[in-house]
């Protein structure tokens, strides 16, 4: 069975740029779930997806970062534009079922670096 | 969700008993406890989960005492491997969000 794939794994861009993750969860699972960790920060949630739909967005620092998961599939997260504090590795999860009793498959993440 | 306090590093060495315990104590009654182990430049891969007493699988085994407030992981005979970073996180089936602390930083020497 794959497991979640997320790319880039690295990305570099300057400040006021425009970056787009992209994350695919293991086949059959509805439940997309997408984290981070900036520098010397604990992981933290930013948004849920069930389907295609945007179960909890609550973790969402600002209107920089936009989520969209086309068709249920895979699920994109695009910051635009990109500040210095947005730096930091960008997990992506997805499960069966919703809920934390339910085990979280991650991605590898995608380390973000805006300079 | 409940708040989780565990050591922020250990030490080890290879072929040791390593136990990292981890305080829970506003633990609600559907919580269940749940490990992650975290490689370096990789995400977090569930290890084991329990409700209470002793659950064991092919990589851990997890301590719950009566009052749940508190769990103990247990890695028999450690390896270089599993240098990593182990988080404790409760939370049941409501909800959706993981919540980590700043996990346990455990290194195995040779």
């Known amino acids: 069975e794959a497991g979640v794939t997320q790319f880039p794994s690295h990305s570099v861009i300057e400040k006021g740029q425009t970056v787009t993750l992209r994350c695919d969860p293991i086949?059959?699972?509805?439940?997309l779930y997408w984290y981070r960790r900036v520098m010397g920060k604990e992981i933290k949630f930013l948004l849920h997806?069930?389907?295609?739909?945007?179960?909890?967005e609550s973790g969402m620092p600002n209107n920089r970062f936009l989520a969209e998961r086309t068709g249920g599939t895979y699920s994109t997260l695009k910051v635009q534009p990109a500040e210095l504090e947005d730096s930091g590795v960008y997990f992506c999860a997805s499960s069966q079922a919703s809920g934390v009793v339910y085990g979280y498959t991650f991605g590898s993440g995608t380390r973000l670096t805006v300079v | 969700l409940a708040k989780t306090t565990q050591p922020i590093s250990m030490d080890s060495y290879e072929g040791q008993e390593v136990n990292i315990t981890c305080s829970h104590n506003?633990?609600?009654?559907?919580?269940?406890i749940t490990w992650y182990q975290q490689f370096p430049s990789q995400g977090p891969r569930f290890i084991i989960q329990?409700?209470?007493t002793k659950v064991t699988n092919e990589v851990a085994s997890l301590f719950i005492p009566a009052d749940r407030k508190s769990s103990t992981l247990s890695l028999p005979r450690v390896s270089l491997s599993d240098t990593a970073v182990y988080y404790c996180l409760v939370g049941g089936t409501a909800g959706n969000m993981l919540t980590f602390g700043g996990g346990t930083r455990l290194m195995v020497k040779p």
């Open positions: 329990g409700y209470k």
């Open positions: 506003n633990i609600a009654t559907n919580d269940y």
């Open positions: 086949s059959g699972h509805d439940n």
């Open positions: 997806f069930v389907k295609e739909s945007k179960q909890d």
